[in-house]
């Protein structure tokens, strides 16, 4: 595909587009309208590129990959495409020449409502990387119309709106009617024998159309192009007799049935109806993307004798493990396979990443609502349980109480994880750290008896997105002075260290920063009404909130420093802004009452003239990625602080570290190996190690931390004591009783650690000098790298020899 357009062939297709689809010339079109346009002409140019590729694959006899995932946080896709195109400066020079800016045509598209956190961002990384990389891929996922929710803070307090990112964000789709999958939901099994065959029907089922849009992703320089496929629900019937009746709300109820299924991510689920949803979401959408896939498959295949050979199917955490017996269902029900041979195929096909060691996260569905709801699967899943617990049961020597922990069903739940586990040919972690904690603890028993199907993957980020877009200043510098090459290889940025001790380097990487500060506080100016000095510590905390994160313990810190500086208001203090983003769960009350701490805090503090702006705090409503691509470059300090051994690896610290924030956190996740890299004078590590944290649970006691330490006496008493009108009491009775995540034991040393992040601040060169190495060591991270990992050691692909276009 040729993406080489001159400047004047894209100013006349904007003018044409402008044309035939609004009706309008450019002298009347708004900004609105000239994105519109902008966004179909690339859409179209991947689509042709998109053809190209995998015509260029099946002529190379490459293996596709099938990325399953409940949610891909693209955030904004101009901008990424284009740059990865190479047409920014034509767009915006054509764009220019009929009265536009870029800039303004930018702001104009929504962040696509399709994720929530690291786990969909990271998704969302890997369809750059496998496109750049040169693998034939496809993500599959839901078409959420209301994506998460728009998060609105009212008087302190996180209330869920709608997220009405469709209007503009749909010009990326392209429908494609003409492959819908029908998906069956409950009715019955009728079974029965004929001629020593086994026959199987389905009756009185409820039928779900699955409508695909295909939203398509450029790899740098057009080597390849990802689809990331989203499924629309449909029903597909509708009671015309019960509507002519008069009875027009039973008519139309199925069909607003079926339509649930892509409403919302992550529906609430503190309730049975909640329950059933999520569930039905994550059969819908592995059934039609396995349905789709095995299509896929003879376009280029006459047999399934070879799937494994063909394709890799990976499954994205727990949500899409139902892949596993709905591939088994199609091999046997509609191909006529034996289940020795089905199982051997899905088994060489299918690979799992897992992503959390948190319980909830290990998904568990009841026995009763999973067999009402998918009544063969459920059949298949129980055979499968039933076939791994015989043969365990043996090669334990009769361990009855292992073979128990490793059951796929157990005590009336069927256990997401231990299906894929004991299924698929691959098991990751996504940090070292977080490896080999599943192998230790969550799967140990697992462990024992496969090893080999035990694998690391350590997550990594779109660099060119987190820091070539988000970041051109730095980029320009970077690419004076170490060349280009980190573009496409970031283990480039490793020359940077060359200059550690180059006055005029870390001259300028203080000057950028400091661009990139201002910036940003003129963004909370705007958004957020409060006047933040960019001289100040940038300290940056955002991720999705979570007691596990303990964005609690940094505010209760921030409490302590405000309570300090009322009783000395001319002690020499180095001025902080305290940066928070994210959003709790819709049923989860205790991170609720978390955002509504920090608020009503900064409100205090924000608006305390004795502090004479020395401390800032600032909650960013409704974070989400093109609010991150601003914030990343202008962070100081990286807040990593989960309690040792809760987090899987994290993302959010590799886009920070690689725009030259200092991590501030704990032995945890992607955090042990980011220590590595940079070194112990390149990071501020405090708290607990893993090991120690196991030992204390043991006999963790959170009173004796209240009783003995004065400084987090004062910060619970006036938390209970409240601020704003409000009290905090259960937060901090919370604390003193339970502390789940030891908040109150690692406080002690994250308040030493944070008054050495201030001694070392006034240092600006020595700052700066960190800050570069920090910089410097962050190519590892690529998810480039990553994806050449998940290649080599899990799929067994190869990539296409192809020519950057």
């Given at each position: 595909?040729?993406?080489?357009?001159?400047?004047?062939?894209?100013?006349?297709?904007?003018?044409?587009?402008?044309?035939?689809?609004?009706?309008?010339?450019?002298?009347?079109?708004?900004?609105?309208?000239?994105?519109?346009?902008?966004?179909?002409?690339?859409?179209?140019?991947?689509?042709?590129?998109?053809?190209?590729?995998?015509?260029?694959?099946?002529?190379?006899?490459?293996?596709?990959?099938?990325?399953?995932?409940?949610?891909?946080?693209?955030?904004?896709?101009?901008?990424?495409?284009?740059?990865?195109?190479?047409?920014?400066?034509?767009?915006?020079?054509?764009l220019d020449s009929l009265g536009a800016k870029l800039d303004n045509v930018y702001e104009k598209e929504p962040d696509a409502g399709l994720g929530n956190g690291?786990?969909?961002?990271?998704?969302?990384?890997?369809?750059?990387?496998?496109?750049?990389?040169?693998?034939?891929?496809?993500?599959?996922?839901?078409?959420?119309?209301?994506?998460?929710?728009?998060?609105?803070?009212?008087?302190?307090?996180q209330t869920e709106l709608p997220e009405f990112w469709l209007p503009g964000g749909e010009v990326w789709l392209t429908p494609r009617p003409d492959e819908a999958m029908e998906v069956k939901f409950g009715g019955r099994i009728e079974e029965s024998w004929e001629n020593g065959f086994h026959h199987l029907r389905h009756v009185d089922y409820t039928s779900v159309r699955a409508v695909p849009y295909d939203m398509c992703v450029?790899?740098?320089?057009?080597?390849?192009?990802?689809?990331?496929?989203?499924?629309?629900?449909?029903?597909?019937?509708?009671?015309?007799?019960?509507?002519?009746?008069?009875?027009?709300?039973?008519?139309?109820?199925?069909?607003?049935?079926?339509?649930?299924?892509?409403?919302?991510?992550?529906?609430?689920?503190?309730?049975?109806?909640?329950?059933?949803?999520?569930?039905?979401?994550?059969?819908?959408?592995?059934?039609?993307?396995?349905?789709?896939?095995?299509?896929?498959?003879?376009?280029?295949?006459?047999?399934?004798?070879?799937?494994?050979?063909?394709?890799?199917?990976?499954?994205?955490?727990?949500?899409?493990?139902?892949?596993?017996?709905?591939?088994?269902?199609?091999?046997?029900?509609?191909?006529?396979?034996?289940?020795?041979?089905?199982?051997?195929?899905?088994?060489?096909?299918?690979a799992y990443t897992n992503h959390t060691v948190m319980a909830e996260a290990l998904e568990c569905w009841r026995d009763e609502l999973f067999k009402r709801r998918l009544p063969r699967i459920y059949q298949i899943v129980c055979e499968i349980n039933h076939r791994f617990c015989e043969e365990m049961t043996v090669r334990t020597n009769y361990?009855?109480?292992?073979?128990?922990?490793?059951?796929?069903?157990?005590?009336?739940?069927?256990?997401?994880?231990?299906?894929?586990?004991?299924?698929?040919?691959?098991?990751?972690?996504?940090?070292?750290?977080?490896?080999?904690?599943?192998?230790?603890?969550?799967?140990?028993?697992?462990?024992?008896?496969?090893?080999?199907?035990?694998?690391?993957?350590?997550?990594?980020?779109?660099?060119?997105?987190?820091?070539?877009?988000?970041?051109p200043k730095l980029t320009e510098f970077l690419s004076e002075k170490i060349g280009?090459?980190?573009?496409?290889?970031?283990?480039?940025?490793?020359?940077?260290?060359?200059?550690?001790?180059?006055?005029?380097?870390?001259?300028?990487?203080?000057?950028?920063?400091?661009?990139?500060?201002?910036?940003f506080a003129d963004y909370i100016l705007k958004n957020n009404g409060i006047v933040v000095d960019p001289e100040s510590i940038f300290d940056v905390q955002v991720k999705r909130l979570h007691e596990y994160k303990r964005q609690h313990l940094n505010a209760m810190h921030i409490l302590s420093e405000y309570l300090w500086l009322k009783e000395n208001p001319n002690a020499e203090f180095v001025p902080k802004t305290y940066i928070f983003g994210a959003k709790a769960a819709s049923g989860y009350f205790m991170a609720k009452q978390i955002i509504r701490f920090i608020v009503k805090l900064g409100e205090q503090i924000n608006n305390d003239p004795a502090i004479n702006g020395k401390l800032k705090i600032v909650y960013l409503e409704n974070y989400r990625v093109s609010v991150a691509e601003l914030l990343m470059p202008a962070a100081d300090i990286s807040e990593q602080i989960s309690l040792s051994g809760t987090e899987a690896s994290g993302t959010g610290n590799m886009k920070l570290m690689i725009n030259g924030a200092l991590t501030l956190g704990t032995e945890d996740g992607a955090n042990v190996e980011i220590h590595r890299a940079v070194g112990d004078d390149n990071i501020f590590i405090f708290g607990m190690s893993t090991p120690e944290v196991n030992d204390l649970k043991q006999h963790y006691n959170?009173?004796?931390?209240?009783?003995?330490?004065?400084?987090?006496?004062?910060?619970?008493?006036?938390?209970?004591?409240?601020?704003?009108?409000?009290?905090?009491?259960?937060i901090a009775n919370n604390l003193m009783t339970a502390d789940p995540y030891m908040v109150l034991a690692d406080f002690e040393n994250y308040a030493m650690v944070q008054s050495a992040v201030n001694f070392a601040f006034r240092d600006k060169e020595a700052w700066a000098r960190r800050s570069l190495v920090n910089i410097a060591k962050a190519g590892i991270f690529s998810s480039d790298r990553a994806i050449q990992d998940y290649a080599r050691d899990i799929w067994s692909a190869t990539p296409l020899a192809l020519k950057n276009k």
């Amino acid at each position: 595909m040729n993406y080489n357009l001159s400047v004047g062939e894209i100013k006349n297709l904007i003018t044409s587009k402008l044309s035939h689809n609004f009706g309008i010339r450019p002298d009347e079109a708004l900004s609105e309208h000239f994105y519109q346009a902008s966004a179909m002409i690339v859409r179209d140019l991947l689509t042709g590129g998109r053809k190209e590729f995998i015509d260029e694959s099946e002529k190379q006899n490459k293996k596709r990959i099938y990325y399953l995932c409940m949610e891909f946080l693209m955030g904004r896709s101009l901008r990424n495409n284009l740059y990865n195109l190479g047409l920014t400066e034509k767009f915006a020079k054509a764009l220019d020449s009929l009265g536009a800016k870029l800039d303004n045509v930018y702001e104009k598209e929504p962040d696509a409502g399709l994720g929530n956190g690291g786990l969909g961002r990271l998704a969302a990384c890997f369809l750059d990387s496998l496109a750049t990389e040169g693998f034939p891929a496809m993500g599959y996922s839901l078409r959420y119309e209301f994506g998460i929710f728009t998060q609105k803070i009212v008087e302190g307090w996180q209330t869920e709106l709608p997220e009405f990112w469709l209007p503009g964000g749909e010009v990326w789709l392209t429908p494609r009617p003409d492959e819908a999958m029908e998906v069956k939901f409950g009715g019955r099994i009728e079974e029965s024998w004929e001629n020593g065959f086994h026959h199987l029907r389905h009756v009185d089922y409820t039928s779900v159309r699955a409508v695909p849009y295909d939203m398509c992703v450029a790899g740098k320089g057009g080597k390849g192009v990802s689809i990331l496929r989203l499924w629309d629900s449909e029903s597909n019937s509708f009671d015309i007799g019960a509507f002519n009746d008069g009875e027009h709300l039973r008519a139309v109820e199925e069909i607003a049935m079926a339509e649930s299924l892509t409403k919302v991510l992550y529906p609430g689920d503190n309730h049975p109806e909640g329950k059933s949803l999520r569930l039905s979401q994550q059969y819908f959408l592995v059934s039609a993307s396995i349905q789709d896939i095995i299509k896929r498959h003879f376009r280029w295949n006459s047999s399934l004798e070879n799937l494994s050979e063909a394709l890799a199917i990976h499954i994205n955490d727990t949500h899409p493990a139902l892949a596993i017996p709905e591939l088994m269902r199609i091999l046997m029900d509609e191909c006529g396979y034996s289940w020795d041979a089905a199982w051997k195929l899905t088994t060489g096909s299918t690979a799992y990443t897992n992503h959390t060691v948190m319980a909830e996260a290990l998904e568990c569905w009841r026995d009763e609502l999973f067999k009402r709801r998918l009544p063969r699967i459920y059949q298949i899943v129980c055979e499968i349980n039933h076939r791994f617990c015989e043969e365990m049961t043996v090669r334990t020597n009769y361990d009855y109480p292992k073979v128990e922990r490793m059951s796929i069903m157990s005590n009336g739940f069927v256990k997401m994880a231990n299906l894929c586990v004991a299924s698929c040919h691959s098991v990751n972690g996504v940090s070292q750290l977080h490896s080999d904690i599943i192998k230790d603890d969550v799967f140990h028993d697992f462990y024992t008896m496969m090893p080999n199907k035990f694998k690391n993957v350590t997550n990594g980020i779109a660099h060119r997105r987190w820091l070539c877009q988000a970041n051109p200043k730095l980029t320009e510098f970077l690419s004076e002075k170490i060349g280009s090459g980190f573009i496409t290889d970031a283990s480039e940025l490793e020359k940077l260290l060359k200059f550690a001790d180059d006055k005029k380097v870390l001259n300028k990487i203080n000057e950028i920063k400091l661009y990139n500060k201002k910036k940003f506080a003129d963004y909370i100016l705007k958004n957020n009404g409060i006047v933040v000095d960019p001289e100040s510590i940038f300290d940056v905390q955002v991720k999705r909130l979570h007691e596990y994160k303990r964005q609690h313990l940094n505010a209760m810190h921030i409490l302590s420093e405000y309570l300090w500086l009322k009783e000395n208001p001319n002690a020499e203090f180095v001025p902080k802004t305290y940066i928070f983003g994210a959003k709790a769960a819709s049923g989860y009350f205790m991170a609720k009452q978390i955002i509504r701490f920090i608020v009503k805090l900064g409100e205090q503090i924000n608006n305390d003239p004795a502090i004479n702006g020395k401390l800032k705090i600032v909650y960013l409503e409704n974070y989400r990625v093109s609010v991150a691509e601003l914030l990343m470059p202008a962070a100081d300090i990286s807040e990593q602080i989960s309690l040792s051994g809760t987090e899987a690896s994290g993302t959010g610290n590799m886009k920070l570290m690689i725009n030259g924030a200092l991590t501030l956190g704990t032995e945890d996740g992607a955090n042990v190996e980011i220590h590595r890299a940079v070194g112990d004078d390149n990071i501020f590590i405090f708290g607990m190690s893993t090991p120690e944290v196991n030992d204390l649970k043991q006999h963790y006691n959170p009173i004796v931390y209240y009783n003995n330490n004065i400084t987090v006496r004062r910060v619970l008493d006036e938390m209970r004591k409240g601020f704003g009108g409000i009290a905090f009491d259960d937060i901090a009775n919370n604390l003193m009783t339970a502390d789940p995540y030891m908040v109150l034991a690692d406080f002690e040393n994250y308040a030493m650690v944070q008054s050495a992040v201030n001694f070392a601040f006034r240092d600006k060169e020595a700052w700066a000098r960190r800050s570069l190495v920090n910089i410097a060591k962050a190519g590892i991270f690529s998810s480039d790298r990553a994806i050449q990992d998940y290649a080599r050691d899990i799929w067994s692909a190869t990539p296409l020899a192809l020519k950057n276009k």
